[in-house]
């Protein structure tokens, strides 16, 4: 627990489905540590602006409507991760989303540290409802939540009509939420059993799960050679 264990580089996973807020919290994380915060979709779009070869063939693979494989995928991953701005950590969100990519993201940490894996989790039925309640400004794109039995529709900014995306209606979202579990749910089960995994209460206000990120965070880095004290597993 000496503070030459927390100068190691932080090597962050956040997990959580979609609507439990883990881009925002991996956002603020990543400022706030000064690493950077790498999602699939910003790696994508970059690898595709990029001249390098696994760019191009991501984007061939995109502009054809297809989806880029787990072996292209690791390997833009494998290629983001040597960058120098990540010698110090990265915050990972979207990524793994299989079990494939966690244990190829593992074969990659060999030189980097140990991995800290965090999972922001919410239950289903609360993140519809958290959903339903989303609207979004038809004339200015302005996001607000109205609160049950409410029935405010006109923006607080500019007057505009606040609509339910298309998207969030609940049949979608429970289509989404479908998606998630089927691929990404065994995740938690490959990470849970490791010292360096936390489960942290995705339900409560984004300060109180930004503080529970944060503990989770320090306490993982404070387990001395995290890798190998399997008689610590307590995770709750
Ligand atoms: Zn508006």
Not at 19 to 32: L, N, P, S, W, Y
Not at 105 to 131: F, H, K, N, S, Y
Request: aromatic share 4%; glycine share 10%; charged share 25%.
């Amino acid at each position: 627990m000496t503070s030459e264990v927390t100068r190691g580089p932080i090597n962050l996973v956040v997990l959580g489905p979609p609507g439990a807020g883990k881009g925002t919290q991996a956002v603020e994380f990543a400022r706030r540590h000064g690493i950077p915060k790498i999602s699939t979709g910003d790696i994508l779009r970059d690898a595709a602006q990029s001249e390098t070869d696994l760019g191009q063939r991501a984007k061939v693979t995109m502009d054809a409507g297809g989806l880029v494989d787990d072996k292209l995928m690791i390997a833009i991953v494998r290629e983001r991760l040597t960058r120098r701005d990540a010698e110090r950590g990265f915050v990972l969100d979207g990524f793994p989303r299989t079990v494939a990519q966690a244990i190829a993201l593992d074969e990659l940490m060999t030189d980097q540290g140990p991995l800290t894996v965090v999972d922001i989790a919410v239950p289903d039925d609360a993140l519809v409802e958290r959903l339903a309640r989303r609207r979004v400004c038809g004339q200015c794109g302005n996001a607000t939540s109205v609160a049950a039995g409410e029935s405010r529709n006109r923006c607080e900014k500019c007057g505009g009509e606040l609509v339910l995306r298309s998207d969030d209606t609940e049949s979608t979202v429970r289509e989404r939420l479908r998606v998630y579990a089927e691929a990404t749910k065994p995740l938690v089960g490959y990470y849970s059993s490791r010292p360096t995994f936390r489960a942290v209460d995705g339900q409560q206000s984004p300060a109180a799960v930004w503080a529970a990120l944060n503990n989770a965070v320090d306490e993982m880095r404070a387990t001395p050679s995290a890798a190998d004290c399997g008689s610590e597993r307590t995770v709750g």
